[in-house]
């Protein structure tokens, strides 16, 4: 997992500092926290020859409001994609509200919460306070956070896993072979008559980590409770 930080700013931009925008990277997928004005730039310029950014990989972009510095890069980057002929859907997130956001963005109108370029599709989401995303190894939460207006957080957290111990599956007698990736993935399996249940090999249960991502907020109790393990 890598956080970058591509925006830091409030506002207006500085010279050093572009406006609010974060990636999380996980598993060579990119998730976009928020996407100031310039934040396709930044992606540009923080990408390296052993650390590709490329800003075709967001799949999905999650919004904490509609404050022009948190959204203003959006129409860039997806005029961007478009140009360049991206197929794969993209998926926009946001409190209530987001579809007329983008939909004013991009000068388009969208069909059940869907917009249709000329290349690819963006399927529009609303969020509230809960679960919005998950994948087979992590989860993303949305929570309320104090603002002007409506403004959402959200939780990136990864699901617990148990670690295989070989040296365990060793002492029962298993030798290395496909047998090790069944037990892991929570198959119990018969080896010479002998029952082996993933307990058995397994690590007990180890917590994911989790990154919290607001946009402005004041001082705010639900940034405390949703950063705290075992919240849901
Ligand atoms: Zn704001």
Do not use: W
């Not at 926290?33 to 967001?58: A, H, P, V, W």
């Not at 999905?60 to 994609?81: C, E, K, P, Q, R």
């Not at 002998?194 to 249960?205: A, F, N, Q, W």
């Amino acid at each position: 997992m890598q956080i970058i930080f591509l925006g830091t700013g409030g506002s207006i931009p500085t010279r050093e500092r572009g406006l609010s925008s974060l990636i999380i990277e996980y598993l060579n997928q990119l998730y976009l926290f928020d996407c100031g004005e310039g934040t396709l730039r930044q992606m540009m310029k923080y990408s390296t020859k052993n650390n590709k950014l490329n800003f075709m990989d967001i799949d999905n972009v999650f919004i904490t409001h509609f404050h022009a510095d948190h959204i203003l890069g959006l129409g860039g980057l997806i005029h961007s994609m478009n140009f360049l002929e991206r197929k794969k859907e993209l998926n926009i997130y946001g409190g209530k509200g987001i579809k007329d956001v983008v939909e004013k963005i991009l000068m388009v109108n969208s069909n059940n919460n869907q917009i249709t370029l000329r290349n690819f599709k963006i399927n529009i989401h609303q969020v509230s306070e809960g679960l919005i995303f998950e994948e087979e190894k992590f989860k993303i939460y949305s929570f309320k956070t104090l603002h002007t207006e409506e403004s959402f957080g959200y939780v990136f957290e990864e699901k617990e896993k148990r670690k295989f111990i070989k040296e365990k599956a060793l002492a029962l007698g298993i030798p290395e072979s496909r047998l090790y990736s069944e037990l892991q993935r929570g198959k119990t399996i018969n080896f010479k008559g002998k029952i082996i249940t993933p307990d058995d090999v397994l690590s007990e249960p180890i917590k994911g980590r989790k990154v919290v991502y607001t946009g402005d907020t004041m001082p705010c109790e639900n940034v405390i409770k949703f950063s705290q393990a075992q919240i849901f």
